[in-house]
């Protein structure tokens, strides 16, 4: 059973940062992306950032380029998200999940991914 449990959320002024974590449990073997996704109040889920997590190969939605880091920890079973230089409008619910099935090389839509987190509350206050 894969489990992911996201992390790190909490409430920031508009300009800050904050370190947002998931820890993912099974099926490390067989994993190949680790995504984050973000979704705000009346919208739809949108992709933020991905890892492979064999690889470490990364990339990013545009918005985020430049002030977002994701990366992993192999032996944590972790992966990360740095959020520097926040917006108010990137208030939203962060969820994290897991790509089993390796079908895109670089998934950025959510139906690519198999297992999701809870999500994480992030509050951007301008």
């Known amino acids: 059973q894969v489990q992911l449990v996201e992390s790190g959320g909490g409430s920031v002024q508009a300009g800050g940062s904050l370190r947002l974590s998931c820890g993912i449990s099974?099926?490390?073997?067989?994993?190949?992306?680790v995504g984050w996704f973000r979704q705000a109040p009346g919208k739809e889920r949108e992709f933020v950032a991905g890892?492979?997590?064999?690889?470490?190969?990364?990339w990013y939605a545009d918005s985020v380029k430049g002030r977002f880091t994701i990366s992993r920890d192999i032996s944590k079973n972790t992966v990360y998200l740095q959020m520097n230089s926040l917006k108010p409008e990137e208030t939203a619910v962060y969820y994290c999940?897991?790509?089993?099935?390796?079908?895109?090389?670089?998934?950025?839509?959510?139906?690519?991914?198999?297992?999701w987190g809870q999500g994480t509350q992030v509050t951007v206050s301008s």
């Open positions: 999940a897991a790509d089993y099935s390796g079908y895109d090389a670089t998934p950025r839509v959510a139906g690519r991914y198999d297992y």
């Open positions: 099974g099926g490390a073997f067989s994993r190949y992306h």
């Open positions: 890892i492979s997590w064999t690889l470490s190969t990364t």
